[in-house]
């Protein structure tokens, strides 16, 4: 499955490549800002310095240039989709801000103790999951290059010592 992958990354453009090259020029700082929406949606704010402002622009403000965006295959509730992710990559780059996209191949999160494969995607073989591996990647960064915000680095899974994919990748 990663060998898979790994060809599916090449995919990333040469513009793209060329911001690799010169975020990588010095250290990378952030976070992963993937509940901004959930958190600005209950009402709260960001604050920096005692000034109420975008969390994206406090954040470079601060001195972040990267943030990581984890993405779900098919979440119940929509949250850490590919459509939310989009969104939340356009906001980093109007900010200015990197991206990393953590890919995590299930349907919420994905850790060590539980790999669990996409619910469309529990009875492929090896096979069709391969090919579903490398078309949903291909889809995603596809679809984050056309709106000219390709990540710098991608995360192939999330802590997959474990393997991923379950029970297939296991």
């Known amino acids: 499955l990663l060998a898979t992958l790994a060809a599916t990354l090449a995919f990333l453009p040469t513009s793209a490549q060329q911001t690799q090259s010169d975020a990588i020029q010095g250290f990378m700082g952030g976070g992963d800002v993937s509940d901004i929406p959930q958190v600005e949606a209950s009402g709260k704010h960001y604050?920096?310095?005692?000034?109420?402002?975008?969390?994206?622009?406090?954040?470079?403000?601060?001195?972040?240039?990267?943030?990581?965006?984890?993405?779900?295959?098919?979440?119940?509730?929509?949250?850490?989709?590919?459509?939310?992710?989009?969104?939340l990559a356009k906001r980093a780059h109007a900010a200015g801000?990197?991206?990393?996209?953590?890919?995590?191949?299930?349907?919420?999160?994905?850790?060590?103790?539980?790999?669990?494969?996409?619910?469309?995607?529990?009875?492929?073989?090896?096979?069709?999951?391969?090919?579903?591996?490398?078309?949903?990647?291909?889809?995603?960064l596809g679809a984050m290059n056309a709106q000219g915000t390709p990540p710098i680095m991608v995360q192939v899974g999330n802590e997959i010592s474990?393997?991923?994919?379950?029970?297939?990748?296991?």
């Open 47 to 87: 604050y920096y310095k005692g000034r109420r402002g975008d969390p994206f622009l406090i954040m470079k403000q601060a001195g972040w240039n990267l943030v990581r965006l984890r993405i779900w295959n098919d979440p119940k509730d929509g949250t850490c989709d590919k459509d939310y992710a989009l969104k």
């Open 97 to 140: 801000l990197n991206i990393s996209l953590d890919f995590h191949y299930s349907d919420t999160w994905a850790d060590p103790g539980k790999q669990y494969a996409p619910a469309k995607w529990k009875d492929m073989t090896v096979d069709e999951m391969e090919r579903a591996l490398y078309s949903y990647t291909r889809d995603v």
């Open 162 to 170: 474990s393997g991923m994919c379950w029970p297939v990748g296991k």
